[in-house]
């Protein structure tokens, strides 16, 4: 038996270096104040401190400036903003701690589906222009204390969410307290904004960007339809009200006019992050090839042209397909895997028979069998040949990575077993690995789970006793058979969700293949309605039925 070691993903230690390398100077670009300018102060508002000049005070902290205040402190040059070697060296530091957190999380963790520089630099264009787009924003709004509110109105979330739908989860919920942190940062670090604002406010930051970022995560995971974006902005938007509110709560003198800011604050960032996230996604996804929610989504309406064509030629293949999506799906959902992946890899799984439909036992509907004609050797080459068929296919029609895994994945690297054992019996000694599929082995737990529901289906719709016992029988047969082979080994599948996998696949059998009750005869009143569009199979048999009604 082929065993491979357990992959350790397609990142190298060097391009995980060059990433954390780069963001770092990356976020020190943003961070850094380069451009020394004025804060803002203008006839008519409060000071934000207390301004003196050689001992002299022009102007109280939360008096009113007039022009005269204006033109002296403009004259002593208190408004200028003095970037010292302090405060670059503190964005500098911060730039790198929080490079290496996102560079250690990649070694360590390993996400599976950040692989390939492609999505790295994916990645870090989302964190840098966020941190930016931050930095830019609050630091226009943040000096002005009526805008501190309404800097809420930027949808910071939308970072977070989009790396959750299209890279990884964990690094998602990574980047929903670290941009929280290095926005905050942004905004505060700036000397105008650092002496116009208490503590209050910066913990006030983190904690509303955090919670919404984590908010808008769990709500759009693993969507599977629009209305999920939907919902993730209202939470987004629901958090950071509330979170704003809880703050607002600890201030001394409280302003009922703020509640109506933090109102349209929140209400404008639930609406940017939907959009964002409908429209990034897209963008994001077609320009660094990754596959998004809607596009998975599209896929499952199953109106693909390669599907279309599949249901066409060969009619049997099909409908395996969408018997294993059904069966699939619902394990998935129970164990925690991307259930609309698993159905839109249950679609295209086989998609390669397309080519040569007859030469696979279910478009053959008992007519001529091609391999009748063919040596087991080449048979088995024709019965594998619909992995390679069917990538070449998804190739040209350039299907989502994820989606292409289910492809070589969902057989591994397991025996062609019909035409291996044919040809063992003519020759004991027959070397076996030329009858086995190219693999690799299910690297996923939604790849794995399509292997199982795949042999499942198959042998579940050959099995001529479909009593539960039988079903229960032939469902635990598979999985042990491919638990014994090693076929799992690669998949992140434990034992309790092969569990979990086993009893809804026997459910969902069970539903499918329940017995059927056996219609009674149908009654005479019904054939007498011949005409009134009463449906009915052959005239009754028992005269007395009619007569008793
Ligand atoms: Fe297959
Ligand atoms: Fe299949």
Redesign the pocket.
């Given at each position: 038996m082929i065993s491979r070691a357990r992959p350790t993903t397609g990142l190298p230690p060097a391009h995980i270096f060059f990433f954390t390398v780069a963001m770092a100077v990356a976020l020190a670009i943003v961070l850094i104040p380069v451009l020394p300018g004025e804060a803002s102060l203008e006839s008519g508002d409060i000071a934000f401190k207390t301004f003196s000049d050689g001992g002299e005070v022009i102007a109280e902290e939360g008096q009113r400036v007039t022009d005269q205040d204006i033109e002296r402190i403009r004259g002593a040059g208190l408004l200028e903003n003095h970037f010292g070697f302090a405060d670059v060296l503190a964005a500098g530091i911060i730039s790198i701690l929080s490079a290496s957190m996102f560079g250690l999380y990649l070694y360590l963790f390993r996400p599976p589906d950040v692989i390939g520089i492609r999505r790295l630099v994916m990645l870090g264009v989302i964190i840098v222009l966020w941190v930016a787009a931050a930095r830019v924003f609050f630091s226009l709004t943040l000096p002005d204390s009526d805008g501190l509110y309404l800097g809420y109105m930027l949808p910071v979330a939308a970072a977070p969410m989009l790396v959750a739908t299209l890279l990884d989860g964990g690094l998602a919920v990574l980047l929903a307290g670290m941009i929280a942190l290095l926005a905050a940062f942004g905004a505060y670090h700036l000397p105008d904004a650092r002496s116009s604002a208490g503590s209050i406010e910066s913990l006030q930051m983190v904690s509303a960007l955090a919670l919404s970022g984590l908010a808008g995560i769990f709500a759009v995971r693993n969507a599977d339809r629009v209305n999920n974006y939907a919902t993730a902005g209202l939470s987004v938007g629901a958090v950071t009200f509330l979170a704003l509110f809880s703050f607002w709560l600890l201030l001394p003198n409280r302003d009922g006019v703020d509640i109506l800011l933090m109102l349209i604050a929140s209400s404008v960032s639930a609406i940017g992050t939907v959009i964002i996230m409908m429209g990034g996604s897209y963008v994001l996804g077609a320009a660094f090839g990754v596959a998004t929610r809607i596009q998975l989504m599209e896929l499952a309406q199953m109106t693909h042209p390669l599907l279309r064509e599949l249901q066409e030629k060969a009619p049997g293949t099909f409908h395996?397909?969408v018997m294993?999506g059904n069966l699939a799906e619902r394990a998935a959902d129970l164990t925690g895997a991307d259930a609309l992946l698993v159905r839109v890899g249950a679609y295209f799984?086989?998609i390669g028979k397309v080519a040569k439909p007859a030469y696979y036992i279910e478009n053959q509907m008992g007519g001529e069998n091609p391999h009748d004609r063919l040596d087991p050797d080449s048979s088995a080459k024709m019965v594998s040949e619909h992995v390679r068929a069917g990538l070449r296919l998804t190739g040209r029609y350039r299907l989502p990575v994820r989606v292409r895994a289910f492809i070589p994945e969902?057989h591994g690297t397991r025996l062609v077993t019909y035409f291996y054992r044919k040809a063992a019996l003519a020759d004991p000694a027959i070397d076996a690995e030329r009858f086995r599929y190219p693999g690799p082995k299910p690297q996923s737990k939604e790849t794995a789970i399509i292997m199982l529901a795949?042999s499942v289906e198959?042998v579940v719709r050959a099995s001529k006793d479909r009593s539960h016992e039988k079903i229960d029988e032939l469902v635990e047969g598979v999985i042990d058979e491919r638990v014994q082979e090693g076929q799992l080994d690669e998949s992140d599948l434990t034992l309790s969700d092969l569990k979990t996998i086993g009893e809804s696949f026997k459910s969902t059998l069970r539903g499918i293949y329940h017995p059927r009750i056996e219609y009674p005869a149908p009654s005479r009143a019904e054939t007498q309605n011949r005409g009134g569009g009463v449906a009915y199979l052959q005239s009754p048999t028992d005269a007395t039925e009619a007569t008793r009604r």
């Open positions: 395996h397909s294993v799984h086989d969902h795949d198959a």
